[in-house]
Nanobody, 121 residues
Framework: QVQLVESGGGLVQAGGSLRLSCAVS????????MAWYRQAPGKQRELVAR???????NYADSVKGRFTISRDSAKNTVYLQMNSLKPEDTAVYYC???????????????WGQGTQVTVAS
């Protein structure tokens, strides 16, 4: 069983920066990617950034060039560095661990409890 605990959210002025952390406890050999999602009020949860076990990253178009996902394997922690924040980045940010597929079967995923990021204009 794996637990994900996010931290680092808060209130920041537009143009500012925040770094979110996701501490991973437990182990699951099927985890093949870590990701950050966000959900704003009245909107669907959306993928923000993802990093695979091989280090490949991908980002939502809305955050490219501003956000960076990274991981520290020694600390079992995944980070999301957020720069040049905009009011539209306001959301609850969730850490996610993907277990991927076994053949055609989706093995599921883990979620953290979320951390609030509010960007004031």
């Amino acid at each position: 069983q794996v637990q994900l605990v996010e931290s680092g959210g808060g209130l920041v002025q537009a143009g500012g920066s925040l770094r979110l952390s996701c501490a991973v406890s437990g182990s699951d050999s099927n985890i093949n990617a870590m990701a950050w999602y966000r959900q704003a009020p009245g909107k669907q949860r959306e993928l923000v950034a993802r990093i695979t076990s091989g280090g490949t990253t991908n980002y939502a178009d809305s955050v490219k060039g501003r956000f960076t996902i990274s991981r520290d394997s020694a600390k079992n922690t995944v980070y999301l560095q957020m720069n040049s924040l905009k009011p539209e980045d306001t959301a609850v940010y969730y850490c996610n661990a993907e277990r991927g597929f076994s053949g055609v079967f989706w093995l599921g995923q883990y979620w953290g409890q979320g951390t609030q990021v509010t960007v004031a204009s």
